[in-house]
């Protein structure tokens, strides 16, 4: 089955302890971007990738990181986690390099930051 | 102004009505635009894309895109109760960066 795949779903967590979520898309697909979700502020873009080895920032990068060594992964670290990262992440990932294909959606994970 | 603007408020239609969902952007050189449905709580599903002006059909929805006057619409005919979510407007930005700019969704919310 074609999906993309976030781990994990739901993490609470404490400031400054480094966490990694993890995305994974079995569909060969070349772009993938990490979202936030914020009530009041809806969907915003934190880093995107149009190949591997290739990340740039999105509208809200401060605070994460990336990387893009295979084709199918796109982890998303937060080397020192604060409150205001506590947000519902959705991964993404679309055929080609650029967003003018659909983008297909991860299950989100939700994460708290105390 | 917003890079894509979606109207306020919940939006109530009667179980069998059409719901009217509009979407405005400010990207002249936007190219492709997407409708995507979200539950509570879900993540966004795709409905809908649309690259040419005019209208597409898919079933029950249709997407009607006017780049003149820089709008994108989505119409849910014959509306059920699982047609209550939220939907999003989405399009493809080049302000810096090759990416897709959300709005902030409508709410639909179908009386049966």
């Known amino acids: 089955e074609a999906q993309v795949t976030q781990n994990p779903r739901y993490l609470i967590t404490v400031t400054g302890k480094k966490l990694t979520v993890t995305c994974s898309q079995n569909?060969?697909?070349?772009?993938m971007s990490w979202y936030r979700q914020d009530p009041g502020l809806g969907l915003r873009q934190i880093y995107y990738?149009?190949?591997?080895?290739?990340?740039d920032k999105g509208d809200v990068p401060e605070g994460y990181k990336v990387s893009r060594k295979e084709k199918r992964n796109f982890p998303l670290i937060l080397e020192s986690p604060s409150p205001n990262q506590t947000s519902l992440y959705f991964c993404a990932s679309s055929l080609e390099g650029d967003t003018n294909q659909p983008q297909h959606f991860g299950d989100g994970t939700r994460l708290s930051i105390l | 102004q917003k890079e894509v603007e979606q109207n306020s408020g919940p939006l109530s239609v009667p179980e069998g009505a059409i719901a009217s969902l509009n979407c405005t952007y400010s990207?002249?050189?936007?190219?492709?635009f997407f409708w995507y449905r979200q539950y509570s709580g879900k993540s966004p599903e795709l409905i809908m894309f649309?690259?040419?002006?005019g209208d597409k059909e898919d079933g029950r929805f249709t997407a009607q895109l006017n780049k003149a006057s820089q709008y994108v619409s989505l119409l849910i005919r014959d509306s059920q109760p699982s047609d209550s979510a939220t939907y999003l407007c989405?399009?493809?930005?080049?302000?810096?960066?090759?990416?897709?700019?959300f709005g902030k969704g409508n709410q639909v919310v179908v009386i049966p």
């Open positions: 990207d002249q050189g936007s190219q492709s």
């Open positions: 569909m060969n697909h070349e772009y």
């Open positions: 989405a399009v493809t930005s080049y302000y810096g960066n090759n990416r897709l700019a």
């Open positions: 990738s149009m190949n591997v080895e290739v990340t």
């Open positions: 649309i690259y040419s002006n």
